[in-house]
Structures are given as C-alpha cells and as structure tokens.
C-alpha cells in the first residue's frame, strides 16, 4: 500500500512539474506558431541561476524568485533578436531555436562547467500522509506547480488579458483589426512561456542533478504532452502531461527506464495515430 501511495505522488509531482513546461510550449505555438527547440534549456537556466544565487550566498528562496524573472527577460531578449525575424516560417523557427538551444548550453559549460552541480534541498525531512512518509520538497513542488498551474489558466479564462491572449490565438489578423497589440502579445507571451520553464527548473534543480544536459530530459516529455494532447490547446496540454508524466512514472517503477521509454514513445505514437489532432481536438 505504502509503495501504491508514493509512486501515486511521484506521479503526480512529475505531472504538475511537466504541466508548467508543457503550458510554456502550447501558448507560445498558438500565439505564434512557433515550435520552440530552446524550451528546455530554458528549463536548464532556471535550473542554473538557483546554482549561482546559491554560489553567491544567496538562498534558495531568492534563487527561486530571481530564476523566472532572470529567464522571463532571457525570453524577451530571444523573442526580439531571433523569433520575431522568423515568424510564420515554420522549418525556419525551428532550426534557429535549435542554434539557441545549443548556443546556451555551451554558455552554461563554460560558465559553470560541464559535471553536475548538486543543490541544497530547503525541506530535507519527510511528511507523513496516511499510512507512509513522503519527502517534503516533492509535496512542496506540487504545491508550487499546482498555484503556477492554476494562476496561468485563470489568467487565461477569467482576465480581460486571457481574452486578448485567446483572442490572437483564435484569429490573429480580426485581433489586430479590433486593436489588439499582438506585437506586444507575442513578446509577452513568449517571456511568459519562459518564464514557466525558468521556475519548473528551479523546482526541480533540488532532486535532479543539475547539469548542462538535463532540459532535454524535459524538452522531449514536453512535445510529446503537446502533441499527444493537441497542439494549441491549454485543456490539450492538461491531458497531456497527465498522459504522458503519468505512464512515464509509472512504468519507471515496474520496469527498467529504458524500456520505460520506449513504452511511453510507443503509447503516444498509438494516440497520435488514433488523434493526429490530439486528444482535445474533435476529429472529423
């Protein structure tokens, strides 16, 4: 019972985390139609400035507020300079996200080298729920993802902003008649999806090893979330990360993680085929 209930948490300490990268990916593909490679090295600079405010003497609560905003302006800055000259060519977006993705990553191995950096944990204990004891970072991280979860959809849903936002995903060029500044949506948007994966990891730099190549470890989850639950839909995503953070937890428990994998891989290439749209999408 006890192992049930902790690879029942893990899963969904794992789902929410994955929720915030994969929410990143689909509000900046529907507002921009931009597959965006870099997103998990956005993940490893989040990850990367709680190491240097730690480094610094700083706390790991200063690290944690600083890594969104450091990579919410990281977002910014490649919005302006890179994405904003490839819009509306797809194969263009990606390869020049692709060159960020790896420029970034060289920056992080030359500044912080290339071997793994641990991370001080701020709730080394354990909390018990119901009949065993759970770490209480992990509790922590799902709380945290949970609020940021629910803060973006509320956003989305319930301001007169999120109805601007949907209002450029649904129909860009009528957006653009009625006044809205799309312009200004897109870098917002995109220093927003950033920022979603600066936070997600520097959740999760106290349990992973924290190293130049851990993004990917996130990145590849991510798309498959986005295409298993549909391109550019935020209830998609929700499916998604549910699906595919889910059987990759799982599956980790019962079976080596390659294989793991490979039955995750394989799971989303059967959904796909049976919903090219992905799940929230009706098929016709």
């Known amino acids: 019972m006890e192992t049930v209930f902790a690879i029942g948490f893990d899963t969904l300490s794992f789902v929410l985390t ?17 597959i965006n490679m870099a997103h998990g090295e956005l993940f490893l600079l989040g990850a990367y400035t ?24 990281a977002g910014l800055l490649i919005e302006q300079f890179v994405i904003r000259h490839v819009y509306g060519r797809a194969i263009d977006t ?66 007169s902003l999120g109805l601007q936002i949907r ?5 860009r060029a009528m957006a653009s008649a009625l006044g809205i500044n799309t312009r200004l949506m897109d870098r917002g948007t995109f220093a927003a999806g950033a920022a979603l994966a600066g936070i997600a990891g520097a959740v999760m730099a106290p349990i992973m090893s924290v190293d130049p ?13 986005v295409l298993v639950g549909g391109l550019n839909s935020l209830v998609g995503a929700t499916f998604g990360a549910g699906i595919i953070g889910g059987a990759t937890t799982t599956l980790s428990s019962v079976m080596s993680q ?3 994998q490979i039955a995750v ?20």
């Not at 994969?22 to 931009?34: C, D, E, P, Q, R």
């Not at 209002?167 to 129909?171: D, K």
């Not at 190549?213 to 979330?225: D, N, Y």
């Not at 891989?265 to 016709?284: C, D, E, T, V, W």
Request: charged share 5%; proline share 5%; no cysteine.
């Open 213 to 225: 190549q851990m993004g990917v470890g996130f990145l590849i989850p991510a798309f498959l979330a």
């Open 258 to 260: 390659a294989m793991a």
């Open 167 to 171: 209002g450029v995903i649904a129909n």
């Open 50 to 73: 709680l190491v240097a405010v730690q480094e610094a003497g700083g706390s790991f609560w200063a690290g944690l507020l600083l890594a969104p905003l450091m990579v919410g302006v």
């Open 94 to 159: 990606i390869l020049a996200t692709w060159g960020i993705s790896i420029a970034l990553k060289q920056g992080i191995i030359i500044l912080f080298g290339p071997a793994a950096i641990s991370v001080s944990n701020p709730f080394p204990g354990a909390a018990h729920i119901f009949v065993f004891d759970y770490p209480a970072y992990r509790l922590f991280i799902m709380a945290i993802s949970a609020l940021l979860a629910a803060a973006t959809y509320l956003l989305l849903y319930a301001t």
């Open 265 to 284: 891989f394989a799971l989303a290439i059967i959904i796909i085929r049976l919903f090219p749209a992905g799940l929230s999408k009706r098929q016709r």
């Open 18 to 34: 994955l929720l915030l990268v994969t929410l990143g990916l689909v509000v900046i593909y529907g507002m921009m139609n931009v």
